[in-house]
């Protein structure tokens, strides 16, 4: 049954019909958990309370259904206008994107474009930006253009997904570039061919990647809910004596706030992933693929 269910969400989270009724309707049936709403002022809100709690944040403005020119310029111009907010609101949060909302799957080179627009902008304000992994097809050039960019800024990072056969070696290529990276376990569906299919089996990968990056020396953002790995991962670091200043646990907004409280009290850094925007509803359905628990708060919206 929970198969079913997350293989359902899965391939609703790629639906452009069922994408186009969401924006239609707004947030609906508790996505309002997980994203903190539909305008930049929504969004600037949240990170101030957030920030009042000891977190900071990263900005994500959805898009994942880009099929033009002018439609890969409305969201790089959002990226823009969110750097923008940050800096006007004095709020401690960076942010990230998918280049595929830039353009990316209309042309490597308009992708290129406005991600420069946006790094030169986030570096004039001292910021960062963080360049979201997305499924495997589009794993190698996600990479590609990281490591074309990473030449000439300094401010920008990306995932990597431990679902995935390839990420170690992966980590050992971009070692090079001293690459601050987000530490994921994954959330796309995808072929056993190129992903561990069974938990376990990423789990244990998910441990092994961290201890590896943190070894190398570079920035880790361990992002995750799963409190064993937490425990794994602050093991590692006491055990090898790995600086605060090298590494941040990663959160979804409105997910494990307990646990988010807790790590800032014991003096971690924590760092919240807060969405935004009215094209919300891939990244909801992906929410509830990944826990079932998730699916039960919705149910309960439902009847409400």
């Given at each position: 049954?929970?198969?079913?269910?997350?293989?359902?969400?899965?391939?609703?989270?790629?639906?452009?019909?069922?994408?186009?009724?969401?924006?239609?309707?707004?947030?609906?049936?508790?996505?309002?958990?997980?994203?903190?709403?539909?305008?930049?002022?929504?969004?600037?809100?949240?990170?101030?309370?957030?920030?009042?709690?000891?977190?900071?944040?990263?900005?994500?403005?959805?898009?994942?259904?880009?099929?033009?020119?002018?439609?890969?310029?409305?969201?790089?111009?959002?990226?823009?206008?969110?750097?923008?907010?940050?800096?006007?609101?004095?709020?401690?949060?960076?942010?990230?994107?998918?280049?595929?909302?830039?353009?990316?799957?209309?042309?490597?080179?308009?992708?290129?474009?406005?991600?420069?627009?946006?790094?030169?902008?986030?570096?004039?304000?001292?910021?960062?930006?963080?360049?979201?992994?997305?499924?495997?097809?589009?794993?190698?050039?996600?990479?590609?253009?990281?490591?074309?960019?990473?030449?000439?800024?300094?401010?920008?990072?990306?995932?990597?997904?431990?679902?995935?056969?390839?990420?170690?070696?992966?980590?050992?290529?971009?070692?090079?570039?001293?690459?601050n990276l987000r530490l994921v376990k994954g959330a796309y569906k995808e072929s056993p061919k190129v992903a561990f299919?069974?938990?376990?089996?990423?789990?244990?990968?998910?441990?092994?990647?961290?201890?590896?990056?943190?070894?190398?020396?570079?920035?880790?953002?361990?992002?995750?809910?799963?409190?064993?790995?937490?425990?794994?991962?602050?093991?590692?670091?006491?055990?090898?004596?790995?600086?605060?200043?090298?590494?941040?646990?990663?959160?979804?907004?409105?997910?494990?706030?307990?646990?988010?409280?807790?790590?800032?009290?014991?003096?971690?850094?924590?760092?919240?992933?807060?969405?935004?925007?009215?094209?919300?509803?891939?990244?909801?359905?992906?929410?509830?693929?990944?826990?079932?628990?998730?699916?039960?708060?919705?149910?309960?919206?439902?009847?409400?």
């Amino acid at each position: 049954m929970e198969v079913l269910m997350r293989n359902t969400f899965q391939k609703l989270a790629k639906s452009r019909s069922a994408n186009k009724l969401a924006k239609r309707y707004g947030l609906r049936f508790g996505a309002q958990r997980f994203v903190a709403g539909e305008t930049i002022k929504h969004s600037i809100d949240a990170v101030r309370q957030l920030n009042a709690s000891g977190r900071v944040v990263t900005l994500d403005h959805l898009g994942e259904f880009v099929f033009t020119e002018e439609e890969a310029k409305e969201s790089a111009s959002m990226c823009l206008q969110t750097l923008d907010a940050i800096a006007q609101a004095g709020v401690q949060a960076n942010l990230s994107l998918k280049m595929t909302s830039l353009g990316l799957d209309i042309s490597r080179e308009l992708c290129m474009r406005n991600m420069h627009d946006i790094l030169k902008r986030a570096q004039s304000y001292g910021n960062f930006v963080r360049i979201d992994m997305e499924d495997y097809e589009h794993c190698q050039v996600s990479l590609d253009i990281y490591k074309e960019l990473r030449k000439t800024y300094d401010n920008v990072g990306i995932v990597i997904q431990a679902y995935l056969y390839r990420t170690e070696q992966d980590i050992e290529d971009l070692n090079r570039y001293r690459a601050n990276l987000r530490l994921v376990k994954g959330a796309y569906k995808e072929s056993p061919k190129v992903a561990f299919p069974n938990k376990p089996d990423v789990d244990d990968n998910f441990k092994a990647i961290i201890t590896q990056h943190l070894l190398n020396g570079n920035y880790a953002a361990i992002a995750t809910h799963d409190e064993e790995i937490i425990r794994y991962a602050k093991d590692v670091i006491k055990t090898n004596n790995i600086p605060n200043s090298q590494f941040e646990f990663q959160m979804l907004y409105g997910i494990c706030e307990d646990v988010q409280k807790k790590l800032v009290s014991e003096g971690f850094k924590v760092r919240v992933y807060v969405p935004y925007g009215n094209d919300w509803f891939g990244y909801f359905m992906r929410r509830l693929a990944e826990r079932p628990a998730n699916v039960w708060f919705v149910l309960k919206n439902m009847f409400k």
